[in-house]
């Protein structure tokens, strides 16, 4: 059974700090991870990382996948309290499919 | 470009009650997704459509849950009888389906479920 694990499931740091999100997975034919950001209403989009872009940055934040451990981190630098969210780790296998990790909670106090 | 539609926002049901949400996806994605996302977790899969062909619904507990995308545009989700447990957000997610490439879900602003 196709499986994603994220840690840690809660991180309260304060406005300023850097955090990093992990992201495990377990699935087969492997296609894509995505990361996405969820506040109270729908999971918004991140990032993509396939086997031929295995790195991204956007701003602050930026993601890498490591194919050989089966895993990604997201980064957050200079943390600001409009980054607290939820953030989603997915990954994608055949057909399109996306298994979701539970989710980490962070929450960015000024 | 609008996004994914979903209607309604909150429903407050009792159990054995039916309920039905209803979503409209990015104009010219053919992939639909309906996910279930209980307080805590992550979004479950429920059932996903190409076009108007079911692709995977193997997580649609189907004794009461059934849904449809009969034009291959919008879609229903249904839930006969409810249960407590299905209070949840239901989301719905579209893509444009390319064949080679995991393509980008795009996710509507939920349907929140109670069951009481």
């Known amino acids: 059974e196709d499986k994603v694990v994220q840690s840690p499931l809660s991180l309260v740091v304060h406005e300023g700090d850097t955090v990093t999100l992990n992201c495990s997975y377990e699935?087969?034919?492997?296609?894509?991870l995505l990361w996405y950001k969820q506040e109270k209403k729908a999971p918004t989009f991140l990032f993509m990382l396939?086997?031929?872009?295995i790195e991204k940055k956007s701003g602050r934040l930026s993601s890498i996948l490591d194919k050989k451990e089966l895993s990604s981190i997201l980064n957050i630098t200079a943390t600001q309290t409009g980054d607290s969210a939820i953030y989603l780790c997915?990954?994608?296998?055949?057909?399109?499919?996306?298994?979701f990790g539970q989710g980490t909670r962070l929450t960015i106090n000024p | 470009e609008a996004g994914v539609a979903q209607s309604p926002r909150y429903k407050i049901i009792e159990k054995r009650q039916s309920v039905a949400f209803w979503c409209n996806p990015i104009?010219?994605?053919?992939?639909l997704y309906w996910y279930q996302q209980i307080l805590g977790q992550g979004p479950k899969l429920l059932i996903q459509f190409q076009n108007n062909g079911v692709v995977d619904d193997s997580q649609l507990p189907k004794d009461r849950f059934s849904a449809e995308r009969l034009k291959g545009v919008d879609s229903t989700l249904k839930i006969q009888p409810a249960k407590l447990e299905d209070s949840a957000v239901y989301l719905c997610a579209s893509s444009l389906a390319a064949e080679l490439y995991q393509e980008t879900q795009y996710f509507g602003p939920g349907t929140r479920l109670l069951v009481l």
């Open positions: 997915a990954v994608g296998g055949g057909a399109q499919k996306l298994v």
């Open positions: 699935v087969t034919n492997f296609r894509s």
């Open positions: 396939t086997s031929s872009g």
């Open positions: 104009s010219g994605h053919a992939t």
